[in-house]
């Protein structure tokens, strides 16, 4: 009689960077934009004194805001990251484990501060500083887990890289990816093979177009970029909402009318309830309604990780809005 497998120790490893982010309310900016019209620029008086509204300091940083949201919906989770040995990285071990989360793979970087980001808020629209600390990322010894999200990290990430698609490959885990800045500057064939044995991708539109070039179908742009190897692609896009190809049928699924206050974590909390939600079991649709409720909320406060669902809430957000459901197109 075969050996029963054991149960994963975790449902969700999270590994990226965690940061100290500061929220800036503007009240004198403009915004220009081009004969494009989703290509602008926030203005500022050059030279000048700038008065703000309002600044919130709150711990950040999308595998923080994963594994924080991961834990809310109920799993079992970890998060790797390296936090400097300073004041900002005692608040982000302190936050996290506060929401349960296992900061067993945490490493605590003697010599260098933790990462710092500055978050200008504008009209509800956000736009980001950040400021990575150069690191010597090592994969550490993962216990047994059903999920691996990988997000953004600095840009000495490729050993990590390397090293997590040898795990991957060995243990069958599944791949979640969100991919930083400094991971899309690598380019298409760079992050091929992590791509090729990744579950779900999330990317937003732009930077699904950076990776596979200029397409304007988002069908074509689904299917070009699933053909790049995940075997499930999501794709947001703001206010028309988010996209889903699983290599059989594309899904559509529509925004809340709810109120915007700050839109940084948009799409880590739609990942990670999308995520959660696959967790347990639920189908695709499923999981993007997961997704689009959770940050729906987080979006109407300031911070990635304020609005974040727990279960009970995300059954009332699904009850509430029962009517934003996926559609075929």
């Given at each position: 009689m075969p050996k029963?497998?054991?149960?994963?120790?975790?449902?969700?490893?999270?590994?990226?960077?965690?940061?100290?982010?500061?929220?800036?309310?503007?009240?004198?900016?403009?915004?220009?934009?081009?004969?494009?019209?989703?290509?602008?620029?926030?203005?500022?008086?050059?030279?000048d004194k700038i008065p703000v509204e309002k600044v919130t300091r709150v711990i950040g940083g999308n595998a923080a805001n994963n594994a924080v949201g991961s834990s809310r919906l109920g799993l079992k989770a970890a998060f790797y990251s390296i936090v400097g040995n300073d004041k900002t990285g005692e608040q982000i071990l302190e936050t996290v484990r506060r929401e349960k989360v296992s900061c067993e793979y945490v490493h605590i970087d003697k010599k260098q501060e933790s990462n710092?980001?500055?978050?200008?808020?504008?009209?509800?629209?956000?736009?980001?500083?950040?400021?990575?600390?150069?690191?010597?990322y090592k994969l550490p010894k993962l216990k047994s887990t059903k999920w691996i999200y990988?997000?953004?990290?600095?840009?000495?990430?490729?050993?990590?890289?390397?090293?997590?698609?040898?795990?991957?490959?060995?243990?069958?885990?599944?791949?979640?990816f969100n991919p930083g800045t400094h991971q899309l500057k690598q380019?298409?064939?760079?992050?091929?093979?992590?791509?090729?044995?990744?579950?779900?991708?999330?990317v937003n539109k732009e930077e699904a177009k950076r990776l596979v070039?200029?397409?304007?179908?988002?069908?074509?742009?689904?299917?070009?970029v699933r053909h790049v190897g995940p075997q499930i692609i999501v794709i947001?896009?703001?206010?028309?909402?988010?996209?889903?190809?699983?290599?059989?049928?594309?899904?559509?699924?529509?925004?809340?009318?709810?109120?915007?206050?700050?839109?940084?974590?948009?799409?880590?909390?739609?990942?990670?309830?999308?995520?959660?939600?696959?967790?347990?079991g639920?189908?695709?649709?499923?999981?993007?309604?997961?997704g689009t409720m959770n940050s729906a909320s987080v979006i109407t406060k300031v911070g990635p990780q304020a609005g974040l669902l727990t279960k009970s809430r995300m059954a009332a957000w699904l009850k509430r809005y029962s009517k934003i459901k996926p559609r075929l197109f």
């Open positions: 029963a497998s054991k149960k994963p120790v975790y449902d969700i490893i999270s590994i990226g960077d965690a940061t100290l982010d500061v929220f800036v309310n503007l009240i004198e900016a403009s915004v220009l934009c081009n004969l494009q019209k989703d290509v602008c620029q926030l203005c500022l008086s050059y030279a710092y980001s500055v978050v200008l808020n504008y009209k509800a629209e956000r736009t980001i500083l950040v400021y990575h600390i150069d690191r010597k990988l997000t953004s990290m600095g840009k000495n990430h490729q050993n990590l890289h390397n090293e997590l698609l040898k795990h991957v490959k060995k243990t069958g885990v599944k791949l979640g380019g298409l064939e760079k992050l091929r093979p992590l791509l090729q044995v990744t579950t779900v991708l999330f070039g200029e397409i304007a179908d988002m069908k074509e742009l689904l299917m070009a947001t896009d703001g206010e028309k909402g988010s996209y889903a190809y699983d290599g059989q049928s594309f899904w559509k699924c529509a925004i809340t009318d709810t109120p915007v206050v700050e839109r940084t974590g948009a799409g880590d909390s739609f990942a990670t309830a999308f995520l959660a939600a696959m967790n347990i639920k189908s695709v649709p499923d999981a993007m309604r997961w």
